[in-house]
């Protein structure tokens, strides 16, 4: 789920949003038309054309981007309770 609220660039997520919306606009509308008309595809075009252009102005403001990794220590409790599950892990055999 794309939050709505971050401190990022709220541009990318509002064109993740756009693109997942007229994803699901295009899903919608082809069950329920499952033997449109000529006339009825001009809005599965219209929802089509949306969704190329919110991908081309997603990749437009994508393209820049600096890619980090950050490592984050665990609290001392939740390393003691992975260390606990390791000592006290059972391995079971398929027989």
């Given amino acids: 789920m794309i939050p709505k609220d971050?401190?990022?660039d709220n541009k990318i997520l509002k064109y993740k949003r756009i693109?997942?919306?007229?994803?699901?606009n295009i899903l919608a509308w082809l069950e329920n038309?499952?033997?449109p008309s000529e006339e009825d595809i001009g809005m599965l075009?219209?929802?089509q054309s949306k969704l190329k252009e919110?991908?081309?102005y997603y990749g437009e403001h994508i393209k820049d981007w600096e890619k980090h990794t950050t490592t984050i220590e665990?609290?001392?409790p939740v390393l003691k309770q992975q260390e606990y599950i390791e000592q006290n892990q059972v391995n079971i055999s398929e027989e």
């Fill in 45 to 47: 075009k219209a929802l």
């Fill in 74 to 76: 665990l609290p001392e």
């Fill in 54 to 56: 919110s991908i081309f």
């Fill in 33 to 35: 038309n499952p033997s």
């Fill in 6 to 8: 971050t401190d990022g």
């Fill in 19 to 24: 693109i997942r919306k007229s994803a699901i």
